[in-house]
């Protein structure tokens, strides 16, 4: 079955920077757009970036120019390189998948915390 596993979360402080990697399983990376989601406490689910099966992205105005999504279509994973982190940053992100004709698959998350 699809599974989405992230990693690369933990304590970075600001000023810093942080790569998270999420890999899938389930044989529908190849065909999947896949995106960053982040979730503080008390907050929605906030839209980072996205980036197609032919590597078109898209991103959030308020992580672009610092934060870079990639993926790597031979071992199934996408990236998303944080620079310059602040600590409005902190927060548990997600990745996600979509598949056009089998439909959204989530990670569990993984944390993020930024010092000040």
């Known amino acids: 079955q699809v599974q989405l596993v992230e990693s690369g979360g933990g304590l970075v402080q600001a000023g810093g920077s942080l790569r998270l990697s999420c890999s899938v399983s389930g044989d529908i990376f190849s065909m999947s757009a896949m995106s960053w989601y982040r979730q503080a406490p008390g907050k929605q689910r906030e839209f980072l970036a996205a980036?197609?099966?032919?590597?078109?992205?898209r991103y959030s105005e308020s992580v672009e120019g610092r934060f870079t999504i990639s993926r790597d279509n031979a071992k199934n994973t996408v990236y998303l390189q944080m620079n310059n982190m602040e600590p409005d940053d902190t927060a548990t992100y997600y990745c996600k998948a979509i598949h056009a004709l089998k439909g959204d698959y989530w990670g569990q998350g993984t944390q993020v915390t930024v010092s000040s």
């Open positions: 980036v197609t099966p032919v590597h078109y992205t």
